[in-house]
């Protein structure tokens, strides 16, 4: 009878290790595929803008002898030095303007009460399921009418390119998120040191909450980094326009030089490479804490 209920544990414990491993590996081959579709067109525009052109329009698989005079060539051409300016400014300008403007709403909705609090903080969340393109004749006519009765204007100009950017709906949720977590007794102890919100916020609340503020600086250098659309409609002039619209200006004039729009398109993206690779334990950490998990 031992032996029989023996043999039965070990059927059924060998039966629960094979599920488990047949679980892992099907995760394994899901995860596997994930990272071919996203990292091989990233290799092939590394290893193609490397490459010269005989070797880019032969299809060839890896350079033969690495071309790096392919980016200055490139960097030069499509005048990256104008554009990258602006994109650093207008970055620099947008992501501060996060900063301040979205942990100020995500402390109120995560520690105040005012009315209609959570009727406005569903409203801000709905308009996540928005379509860009549905704000962009709005926030144009906005900018376009503040630009005719402010000093200075609007229409090709950094505010166009910035102002409209400085609420992200996202990123006021994660912080609120991550405010709504912090322990009450620590408001408690502010207010018996007589500290108010604003004294509670700057030496309490964001010294603790580097990780969800590196995650917003991430989401916004990225929003702000990559825009071409709206650039596009808020300014008519190279003057301002930001390092995608050179890009995409270098696309057409390098014709069929793939190696160069190739090289073009790493130098395009490589600052936001450099951004992540130095926060990613930040980032990866503001994530599990505000609870934006798959």
């Excluded at 892992?24 to 990272?35: E, F, K, N, P």
């Excluded at 919100?197 to 590196?214: D, F, G, K, N, T």
């Excluded at 926060?279 to 990866?284: L, R, S």
């Amino acid at each position: 009878m031992a032996s029989n209920v023996s043999a039965t544990y070990r059927a059924t414990a060998s039966s629960k290790s094979r599920g488990i491993d047949i679980g892992r590996v099907l995760t394994y081959v899901i995860l596997l595929a994930g990272v071919v579709v996203v990292v091989v067109p990233f290799l092939w525009m590394v290893s193609t803008s490397l490459m010269t052109l005989g070797e880019a329009t032969g299809r060839a698989i890896l350079p033969r002898a690495p071309q790096w005079d392919n980016y200055v060539q490139a960097w030069e051409d499509a005048k990256f030095s104008e554009y990258f300016v602006n994109s650093v400014i207008v970055t620099a300008i947008t992501v501060g303007g996060q900063l301040v403007f979205c942990t100020l709403a995500a402390y109120a909705f995560a520690r105040m009460e005012f009315p209609a609090k959570n009727l406005l903080f569903t409203l801000l969340l709905s308009t996540l399921m928005l379509p860009d393109a549905l704000r962009w004749i709005p926030n144009f006519i906005t900018v376009t009418w503040l630009g005719r009765i402010g000093p200075i204007a609007w229409v090709n100009n950094w505010p166009a390119l910035t102002v409209p950017f400085m609420a992200s709906a996202i990123s006021i949720f994660l912080l609120r998120q991550f405010f709504a977590q912090i322990p009450h007794e620590l408001w408690d102890s502010a207010q018996i040191d007589g500290a108010g919100h604003v004294r509670y916020l700057l030496q309490v609340v964001l010294p603790i909450s580097r990780a969800p503020l590196m995650t917003i600086v991430i989401f916004g250098f990225i929003g702000a980094w990559n825009a071409l659309a709206w650039p596009m409609l808020v300014t008519n002039t190279p003057e301002w326009r930001p390092i995608s619209a050179g890009l995409m200006a270098f696309l057409d004039e390098a014709g069929a030089h793939f190696h160069l729009q190739m090289a073009g398109s790493v130098i395009t993206i490589l600052p936001i490479l450099i951004l992540y690779f130095v926060t990613q334990k930040q980032f990866t950490e503001g994530i599990a804490y505000t609870g934006l998990k798959g």
